[in-house]
């Protein structure tokens, strides 16, 4: 599990079906399998978006001051022009401006 928090998607997948072949797993965790196989791919495809967008360097971002230091939020317009469009609204319209965010 830890592999898979890591997005080491490759390394998770390597284990589960080495513990799958082995007959080291409950018939839950088998399942698991394919679901690991699976995000291999998705991160392949993930980090083939994110390459493009950092060469495009077109990305909205948003510049947070909190009083442990600054904060650079990039917005994914791309995958969510709404939210992004709503969110730089507010953000222009000071909303968030001495807004005091808890565990953040």
Not at 35 to 61: G, H, I, M
Request: proline content about 3%; overall charge negative; glycine content about 2%.
């Amino acid at each position: 599990m830890v592999h898979l928090s890591l997005s080491e998607f490759d390394k998770a997948a390597a284990l589960i079906n080495r513990a799958v072949k082995a007959g080291e797993v409950s018939p839950d965790a088998a399942a698991f399998e394919k679901t690991c196989d699976d995000y291999v791919e998705f991160w392949k495809t993930e980090q083939s978006l994110r390459a493009a967008e950092a060469n495009a360097n077109d990305l909205p971002r948003v510049l947070f001051k909190t009083n442990k230091g600054e904060i650079v939020l990039e917005l994914f317009e791309n995958e969510a022009p709404n939210t992004v469009a709503n969110f730089i609204s507010l953000v222009e319209a000071k909303k968030y401006n001495g807004v005091k965010f808890h565990r953040v």
